[in-house]
């Protein structure tokens, strides 16, 4: 039975703990023998908290912490390392935050802590969540669990192959232009984004501050639901957090879907999709209308500039961001240096890898005197119109079904070079998160080389409710992911 434990999602370990079969210590332990035994294959975690695990876990097995408190307590999680832990390394996958750490806990952080959850360790990521295929870390690329010579997606590679992997129960990522539900798809697990202000964004280091948004990557679509459930939320520390009541997300999983009108959006079964994610996805819409749902087709008109809109605006939130990396305040300060601005020029020279620096450059320029309007402003319009164009399809229809990525998980270093090529892999997933829409990816099937392909299902704004019971219906009707190389 341990060796079966890193196997089971959320809701079978809890099972076994409220049953009295297993300890919370033999939970944690198992899944700490499998990080010891895969991780270095994977370069899933860049930090591992064994003591502190085991340390919480002990609270509970002793008695002084009640497994029934919480559907969360006594589960080990893993956490993306953009979310600050107090007194944890917290890198963002960075040079520049190689030996950072933060005096204080994300919202999130805390939130798990209260729901009972312990964190086994934080997982790696592409530099300040820059990138799709978690090849631009610091500490090196993660590997896919179903092929380790391929890219796990990105940014939140770590915690979704780590969820793949079963080195955990479930995790955290954040998604700025897909940053959860691509490498979800490209790993063959549930990654959810919530609506842009349902979770708290404090203590998560930002990229792009009116696009950043956490939430779980799992096994299931309920233990999305459980994790959401225990870190949505008003947060008097984040102004854009909204104060609305948090709804019971897994008591409406169970609902039929049968009378649900769902959308086919045109612009998103494009010419240059791969062959293999477009039949699956038709599977998966077909498995919609035999659940008795109703499949209509939808236009969004603006989908194809989302890529170019989300380009200008990211990267020049982010270079604002990361102007605070200067060597003075916190993190990496080059030693050598004649003066202020040799310091400033040396440290973020060599603290930066080359995505940051790529993206830091275009922000900069779109944000520069005399070509703010020609770009940001214009890409901030395009953004409104990409916004329009959900809240018209939402009248439509109840949710949309659409590829979560043009094609599965590719070959590590395939795109290194192209950076164009790398950016195209998040052009489905890139409208949702302009419009600050939540949306969930599930695997839908695997391609004749054996990787997961990826269904994402969209809702309105704070529509998490019809996206989880449009996802979860679907997960229990679509045949199951055959079994990973790693078991």
Not at 19 to 40: D, K, Q, Y
Not at 80 to 90: A, E, N, S
Not at 264 to 275: F, M, N, R, S, V
Not at 428 to 436: E, I, K, R
Request: contains cysteine; hydrophobic residues 40%; glycine residues 10%.
């Amino acid at each position: 039975m341990i060796a079966a434990i890193p196997t089971l999602s959320i809701g079978g370990i809890r099972k076994l703990l409220l049953a009295g079969e297993v300890s919370v210590t033999e939970v944690v332990r198992s899944l700490l023998e499998r990080i010891e035994a895969l991780n270095p294959k994977l370069n899933a975690f860049i930090t591992v908290l064994a003591e502190s695990a085991l340390a919480d876990a002990k609270h509970f097995d002793t008695g002084e912490r009640n497994l029934s408190t919480s559907p969360l307590a006594g589960i080990p999680l893993a956490v993306k390392d953009v979310l600050c832990i107090q007194g944890v390394r917290t890198t963002c996958g960075s040079k520049i935050l190689e030996n950072y750490r933060p005096p204080f806990d994300a919202t999130v952080i805390a939130r798990l802590r209260q729901a009972g959850a312990m964190v086994l360790g934080k997982t790696n990521m592409d530099e300040f969540a820059m990138g799709s295929s978690t090849e631009n870390s610091a500490f090196g690329p993660v590997h896919n669990p179903w092929h380790l010579d391929h890219v796990p997606g990105g940014s939140s590679g770590g915690s979704a192959a780590a969820v793949a992997a079963d080195l955990c129960a479930g995790a955290l990522g954040s998604d700025t232009g897909g940053s959860i539900r691509q490498p979800a798809a490209f790993c063959g697990v549930v990654g959810l984004k919530p609506t842009y202000g349902r979770v708290s964004r404090f203590g998560l280091v930002a990229f792009a501050s009116s696009l950043d948004q956490i939430g779980p990557i799992t096994k299931t679509v309920e233990d999305a639901a459980l994790l959401l459930q225990a870190i949505a939320g008003h947060d008097p520390a984040d102004s854009t957090a909204v104060d609305r009541a948090v709804p019971n997300y897994t008591e409406v999983l169970n609902r039929p879907i049968a009378g649900l009108k769902l959308g086919l959006p045109k612009e998103y079964l494009i010419e240059g999709i791969d062959p293999e994610v477009r039949r699956a996805v038709m599977d998966a819409v077909q498995t919609g209308r035999e659940l008795g749902a109703e499949i209509v087709e939808i236009s969004l008109p603006h989908t194809e500039y989302g890529i170019a809109a989300y380009y200008i605006i990211a990267p020049a939130e982010a270079s604002s961001n990361l102007a605070r990396y200067d060597g003075v305040k916190y993190g990496y300060r080059h030693p050598e240096a004649a003066d202020l601005l040799e310091m400033y020029q040396r440290t973020r020279s060599v603290g930066f890898g080359a995505e940051v620096k790529r993206r830091i450059m275009l922000g900069t320029y779109s944000l520069s005197a005399g070509y703010y309007d020609a770009y940001y402003k214009k890409a901030s319009q395009v953004r409104s119109l990409i916004r329009d164009d959900f809240l018209h399809a939402f009248r439509r229809c109840d949710a949309i079904l659409a590829p979560a990525a043009p094609h599965p998980a590719f070959k590590i270093g395939e795109k290194a070079a192209d950076p164009l090529q790398m950016y195209l892999s998040d052009v489905f997933t890139l409208p949702a998160s302009l419009a600050g829409i939540p949306g969930i990816s599930i695997p839908c099937g695997i391609s004749s080389n054996g990787l997961p392909i990826g269904l994402q299902v969209l809702g309105p704004h704070f529509g998490e409710p019809i996206v989880l019971r449009v996802a979860h219906q679907l997960e229990q009707a679509l045949p199951p992911l055959p079994p990973k190389p790693l078991h």
